[in-house]
């Protein structure tokens, strides 16, 4: 029975247990009641509630009616939840050639509410005795409301079952369409369908996966070509470090609070005390860590890099301007190019991605120098991605990436680190540097 | 009557293509009647392997599909043919390694089907190690 059916997947190296058709069936069946769901309940809405409050404000014929009673209508509802009420009126009008008399009546709807000062409100606007304009169902002279109108409500809660249809409907019509398919045909299947309205040639890309670098090229330099934008990693990196900072001191300085307190009414709790200490140790290295990096942030000014041409091709030279502001007495300053693999992977309910460096070399270094204040270290070296090395791939999964890297030293301060991505293009023929 | 079968074989037995070289290759079934072929799959295509997920793009794909095609014996060797794209180059990364391969798949209307599918290699981009570092 194994054989035919496998109920779950796993991953075994490079392959994948279970059944394609039962994990389609299951899929297909989870839309299916969820397409379901929307589907009743929109009819309900439709038919209960839009449909009778469209033929009342397009239908009904207009009669003028006694108002003889009026009360704030309840339902009951179930042990533990809030009474629901509603308006409620009794009239005498004239519909169809005869007097009739119609009791509970206010919109078409009927519905409750929870808010009774609301429905009192409508209540007093009304009086005993006063004639008012009401309107019946010429199908049903005795249906009879008081209130006509459009409830807004209404039209913006049918979005709720819409979005199940659309949701349930579509992934279902997915599931049919991709019965049984190959992995390749769904694959094709899949790219027909995945349009992007963004960019127009997507569909005759010269270089399928390889990223475009638009970002790379879209600031010029000043010295050189282009001006290659600096990687936002860094910007994140102070900002999770803040973000732990805060957050963990502030946790730490709670417990801190109340062992103070306790020792100071003259009942320490010394064990708590204790406890406390590590944590306390590791909010300090976090203020320290923290520290370092708005040191390098504001302490280190901007990293310039311009470079000659941009993609890259292996085997080809191309120069790179390197410009670092800032007073700053250098240990080192250095430059590298680097690739680096990045491969993303479930396990279990975790997303995990490892990043392994293939490849690194030192395209420049300079020790022991100073930048004075206001006057820009700067200085020119070359890059050459090695002849038949892996150009830049791009996919949902894995990636291979290459950049630039500016390493710095400062006497008395943090190293730094900035990364500069870069795109490498395959080299076709003609291309290579022999 | 001998097991189905599926042969595929390309024209290039070094099967090392260029970026924008033309493959060219042919493929047939044997120990099967025509009648019993639903449909047969020839792509051309890379995945991924290694540590993270299978990424896939299929270059190159059509469906044979003797109900809707002209009568099509698939017992005759039958001609399969694209230029190739110029990336992804095949990889033998760390943990990242492209792999291009040309992928028959027979399907019988009793359900089974039969796969066939031979690798071969775009590019000739070393494994990283070589790289100087």
């Known amino acids: ?434 | 009557m001998m097991d189905p079968r599926l042969s595929l074989m390309l024209d290039e037995p070094q099967r090392t293509f260029r970026p924008g070289e033309l493959l060219a290759g042919q493929f047939f079934l044997e120990g099967v009647r025509p009648e019993e072929i639903r449909a047969v799959e020839v792509s051309v295509l890379w995945h991924t392997e290694g540590k993270g997920d299978e990424d896939m793009a299929v270059h190159f794909f059509e469906r044979i599909d003797p109900d809707l095609d002209d009568v099509v014996d698939l017992r005759q060797p039958r001609r399969l043919s694209t230029v190739l794209p110029n990336s992804p180059l095949s990889y033998h990364g760390q943990i990242v390694k492209i792999r291009w391969c040309v992928r028959v798949r027979a399907f019988f209307w009793h359900g089974k089907e039969l796969a066939a599918e031979v690798p071969f290699q775009l590019g000739a981009v070393p494994r990283p190690q070589e790289a100087p570092v």
Not at chain 1, 66 to 74: I, Q
Not at chain 1, 382 to 396: C, T
């Open chain 1, 1 to 434: 029975m194994s054989r035919l059916f496998r109920l779950y997947e796993k991953k075994r190296g490079g392959r994948r247990t279970g059944s394609k058709t039962v994990g389609s069936f299951g899929e297909a069946l989870f839309f299916g009641i969820f397409f379901v769901v929307g589907c009743g309940t929109m009819a309900y809405m439709l038919v209960a509630l839009a449909w009778p409050e469209w033929r009342a404000n397009r239908q009904f014929e207009e009669t003028t009616c006694v108002l003889v009673g009026k009360r704030v209508g309840s339902k009951e509802t179930a042990e533990g939840e809030p009474v629901q009420f509603r308006p409620e009126f009794a009239l005498k009008y004239e519909a169809a050639g005869r007097a009739r008399e119609a009791d509970g009546v206010y919109d078409v709807t009927n519905l409750y509410s929870s808010d009774e000062a609301g429905v009192k409100s409508v209540i007093e606007q009304f009086e005993v005795g006063k004639k008012y304009p009401c309107w019946y169902d010429p199908l049903d002279p005795q249906r009879v409301v008081l209130v006509r109108g459009y409830s807004l409500w209404l039209y913006v809660s049918l979005l709720i079952p819409l979005s199940f249809i659309v949701i349930g409907g579509g992934r279902m019509i997915y599931e049919l369409a991709h019965w049984n398919a190959s992995e390749e045909r769904r694959s094709v299947l899949d790219s027909a369908a995945a349009v992007d309205w963004f960019e127009a040639e997507a569909g005759e890309r010269h270089f399928p996966n390889v990223p475009d670098g638009s970002n790379q090229t879209n600031s010029p330099g000043t010295k050189l070509a282009y001006r290659l934008p600096i990687s936002a990693t860094f910007g994140w990196t102070l900002f999770a470090a803040m973000a732990a900072c805060i957050l963990w001191n502030a946790l730490v300085a709670g417990f801190v609070v109340m062992v103070v307190r306790d020792i100071a009414l003259g009942e320490p709790d010394w064990v708590m005390a204790l406890t406390l200490l590590p944590f306390a140790a590791g909010g300090v290295w976090l203020i320290v860590y923290f520290s370092r990096q708005i040191l390098v942030a504001t302490g280190v000014g901007p990293t310039r890099l311009e470079i000659s041409d941009h993609p890259l091709v292996p085997g080809m030279p191309y120069e790179v301007f390197l410009s670092q502001a800032g007073r700053l007495n250098m240990r080192s300053l250095e430059v590298w190019l680097a690739c680096d693999e990045r491969a993303t992977y479930h396990q279990g309910t975790d997303t995990r991605t490892e990043i392994r460096r293939v490849y690194e070399y030192r395209c420049f270094v300079r020790e022991d120098f100073e930048i004075p204040q206001g006057l820009p270290f700067e200085s020119r070296c070359q890059v050459q991605v090695p002849e038949g090395a892996m150009h830049s791939f791009l996919a949902i999964y894995n990636e291979v990436s290459w950049k630039l890297i500016v390493r710095g030293h400062v006497k008395g301060r943090p190293k730094f680190e900035r990364e500069f991505q870069i795109v490498v293009h395959p080299a076709l023929a003609g291309q290579l540097v022999s």
